[in-house]
């Protein structure tokens, strides 16, 4: 929550996109499309389950004393899936921050 909160904020700022601290006030801002892969995709999505799932799999190796250790084509299979889901993400997630919907078709 820290990350998205502070540190997604403060890493847009660098691409000159001043977003708010708050997350419910982040929908004011209108973002372009490779802003909103970028924010919203790869910085809020992928970089938080990097962080989560990583995390999560090496206390789960040391703490419980699981029998696979985490080897680093485990961890670079993460960071590439998270980031290509970051991707995705932004790209879906831009309709809703700067485009107008497209208007539905009446059904006749």
Known sequence: MIWLVLF???ISRLFGVSLSFNPWKRRSVSLGLGQSILLDGILSFGVSMIVTGDTNDYLDWRLKG???????GH??????SCLIGG??????????????????????
Do not use: H, M, S
């Open 66 to 72: 699981g029998l696979i250790q985490p080897t680093a």
């Open 87 to 108: 991707v995705f993400v932004g790209w879906f997630i831009y309709p809703r921050n700067g485009r107008p919907p497209k208007p539905e078709l009446p059904l006749v």
């Open 75 to 80: 961890f670079i299979w993460d960071i590439c």
């Open 8 to 10: 997604v904020p403060l």
